[in-house]
T-cell receptor, first 115, second 112 residues
Framework: AQKITQTQPGMFVQEKEAVTLDCTYD???????LFWYKQPSSGEMIFLIY??????QNATEGRYSLNFQKARKSANLVISASQLGDSAMYFC????????????FGKGTRLSVIA | ETGVTQSPTHLIKTRGQQVTLRCSSQ?????VSWYQQALGQGPQFIFQ???????GRGNFPPRFSGLQFPNYSSELNVNALELDDSALYLC???????????FGPGTRLLVL
């Protein structure tokens, strides 16, 4: 079974608008961390935001926020006031447990911001 | 503060050859993880090194091997290259085993 599911292969958003990128996850471990990374065409994975399973509040980092719905096992990324430079692939990833476990990534969503 | 760097940026090899990819971790980071990203897919975990010891491995055959040096830089070696090894290879470093991973720009490997 897929641990991380990103159902939107591609998304379009108008510049200055907000956009939500979906991510659902599957784990039976009560302790886990959820990450979002941005990958421009250059290839580098840029860390955006982190949410721990025990965090009481949704994570925010500048224009990025994470809509964490634990019961639904979803961790959607919200980008506010989209900019042309936000056009990239976006990956959701999970690390299970408190110990050292690897990141498991979804297949990504390609976001295109239109002027 | 220098970020994660990788070399070379691009590489073309033929089937059966061997390749070595290099990664310099971010300053102060003692943990390096390697990932393979095939076209159109998310990265897949290959293995992780912590203080010069392999500390976790994904579902990759033994012809994928690695090293970590005392300065925490790392190498990924792939022997007997196959066409399916063509991918973007990403290195990520972190302050410790459970800290956030920061990625380098990757090495694009093409196997002909």
């Amino acid at each position: 079974a897929q641990k991380i599911t990103q159902t939107q292969p591609g998304m379009f958003v108008q510049e200055k608008e907000a956009v939500t990128l979906d991510c659902t996850y599957d784990t039976s471990d009560p302790s886990y961390g959820l990450f979002w990374y941005k990958q421009p065409s250059s290839g580098e994975m840029i860390f955006l935001i982190y949410q721990g399973s025990y965090d009481q509040q949704n994570a925010t980092e500048g224009r990025y926020s994470l809509n964490f719905q634990k019961a639904r096992k979803s961790a959607n990324l919200v980008i506010s006031a989209s900019q042309l430079g936000d056009s990239a692939m976006y990956f959701c990833a999970m690390r299970e447990g408190l110990g050292n476990t690897p990141l498991v990534f979804g297949k990504g969503t390609r976001l295109s911001v239109i002027a | 503060e220098t970020g994660v760097t990788q070399s070379p940026t691009h590489l073309i090899k033929t089937r059966g050859q061997q390749v070595t990819l290099r990664c310099s971790s971010q300053s102060g980071h003692n943990t390096v993880s390697w990932y393979q990203q095939a076209l159109g897919q998310g990265p897949q975990f290959i293995f992780q090194y912590y203080r010069e010891e392999e500390n976790g491995r994904g579902n990759f055959p033994p012809r994928f091997s690695g090293l970590q040096f005392p300065n925490y830089s790392s190498e990924l070696n792939v022997n007997a290259l196959e066409l399916d090894d063509s991918a973007l290879y990403l290195c990520a470093s972190s302050l410790g085993l459970v800290e956030t991973q920061y990625f380098g720009p990757g090495t694009r490997l093409l196997v002909l």
